[in-house]
């Protein structure tokens, strides 16, 4: 690994290590009681109780922790998946049909607007507290900003380069597939980071109906016991998660997408 590699992998773990220790301080002051700030080592001691069966108990609620994100990630794996089918198509038709970009895209930012719980107990009237409600409600979440990318993208290519390939004698598939697609990439991963995020941010309140086993659903039960050190150690398997996702994408896109360079 090169010297910048190595330098940035040690402020990571500077950071964190500064972060853990103003944590630690602040519970062993008592500043807030235990309900508020609870002690890293009572959030570890989740973290172990999750993988372990304890007082005739397995994991948590039933269920183990790796299961716990197991189911989330991929009811959000699905709702992606369909984003992506979806939204790319609609980006490039939105891009290239005005008419249909008129009706159709104020629609695209009315769904992009709404807060999740908004629609989601229509979800359940109409698919069931099952999983496919929570896949429907993940996919919503996630296809605006696919949709939205991928159109950016298509408009900001410019005409002179579109018209250079059809002089050259390209037909419409061909400009779509050597000129269109290419150029898209860039943004079309843009807007699958930014549809995870919202996503992940998507999962607790997809989860909260039937949403056990489920990180989501786990976080969301805690409220029942006030068990923060729970809430705490779902929050951070939740960003950890979602970090390790986004890192796995933009590897993706660093090797479909090297002209971009790496980032």
């Not at 910048?4 to 220790?21: D, E, G, N, P, Y």
């Not at 948590?60 to 699905?78: A, D, K, V």
């Not at 050597?178 to 309140?205: D, K, N």
């Amino acid at each position: 690994m090169s010297d910048a590699v190595h330098k940035r992998i040690l402020l990571r773990a500077l950071s964190l290590a500064v972060f853990l220790a103003i944590w630690w301080a602040i519970a062993e002051a008592n500043v807030w009681s235990d309900l508020f700030v609870p002690d890293p080592t009572a959030v570890l001691g989740r973290l172990v109780d999750g993988e372990t069966v304890h007082d005739g108990a397995r994991g948590l609620s039933g269920y183990y922790l790796h299961e716990h994100l197991w189911h989330s990630l991929w009811r959000i794996l699905r709702g992606l998946f369909w984003a992506i089918a979806f939204g790319v198509p609609l980006g490039l038709l939105l891009a290239t049909v005005a008419p249909f970009r008129i009706i159709v895209e104020p629609y695209v930012t009315f769904v992009r607007a709404l807060p999740p719980l908004a629609y989601f107990s229509l979800l359940i009237i109409w698919f069931g507290i099952e999983d496919a409600s929570k896949v429907w409600l993940l996919f919503l979440a996630a296809f605006p900003p696919i949709t939205l990318a991928v159109l950016h993208g298509v408009r900001s290519i410019p005409r002179r380069q579109l018209d250079g390939a059809l002089s050259l004698g390209a037909n419409r598939w061909q400009v779509t597939r050597f000129v269109v697609l290419p150029s898209v990439l860039p943004e079309l991963f843009t807007g699958i980071r930014l549809a995870i995020g919202f996503a992940w941010t998507t999962i607790v309140a997809a989860e909260t109906v039937d949403g056990i086993p489920g990180i989501g659903g786990l976080a969301w039960e805690t409220k029942k016991f006030q068990q923060t050190d729970v809430a705490v150690l779902c929050i951070v398997l939740i960003g950890l998660s979602a970090i390790v996702l986004d890192q796995i994408v933009r590897a993706v896109e660093n090797r479909v997408v090297p002209w971009r360079g790496k980032s």
